[in-house]
C-alpha cells in the first residue's frame, strides 16, 4: 500500500505565499510522477502541477509563474510552493502519486486526504 501525508495549507491574504508538503511511502515504484490538485467548492479536481521522477514538470496554466514544484526522490517528498496567491487559488488540495505497475501492468493512483487553501482578497 501507499500512503500520502500532506501538511501546509491554511489560510493567507492575496498576494501571499503559502508552501505544501507531501511524503509518500509504502510500495513506490521508482518511475513515478507525483503533483498537486485542487477542489474548489462545488467544482471538479483539476491538475495544478506536477514531476515527474526525472524532473520533468508541468503546470496549470493559471499558476504558471507563480507556482513552483520540487521533489526529493530520495525522501519520496513533494513541494509545492506558492506565491503571489489569488483568492481564485482557494481550494482543498490534494497530493497524487501515480505510476506503471509492472507486474500488474496497470497504473495506480494515489491520493492524500487533502489540504484546504484559502485566499482572502
Known amino acids: 500500500q501507499v500512503q500520502l501525508v500532506e501538511s501546509g495549507g491554511g489560510l493567507v491574504q492575496a498576494g501571499g505565499s503559502l508552501r505544501l508538503s507531501c511524503a509518500a511511502s509504502?510500495?513506490?515504484?521508482?518511475?513515478?510522477?507525483m503533483g498537486w490538485y485542487r477542489q474548489a467548492p462545488g467544482k471538479q479536481r483539476d491538475l495544478v502541477a506536477t514531476?515527474?521522477?526525472?524532473?520533468?514538470?508541468n503546470y496549470a496554466d493559471s499558476v504558471k509563474g507563480r507556482f513552483t514544484i520540487s521533489r526529493d526522490n530520495a525522501k519520496n517528498t513533494v513541494v509545492l510552493q506558492m506565491n503571489s496567491l489569488k483568492p481564485e487559488d482557494t481550494g482543498v488540495y490534494y497530493c497524487?502519486?501515480?505510476?506503471?505497475?509492472?507486474?500488474?501492468?496497470?497504473?495506480?493512483?494515489?491520493w492524500g486526504q487533502g489540504t484546504q487553501v484559502t485566499v482572502s482578497s
Open positions: 497524487n502519486l501515480n505510476f506503471y505497475d509492472v507486474f500488474t501492468e496497470k497504473r495506480n493512483f494515489y
Open positions: 514531476i515527474s521522477s526525472g524532473l520533468s514538470t
Open positions: 509504502g510500495s513506490i515504484f521508482s518511475i513515478n510522477v
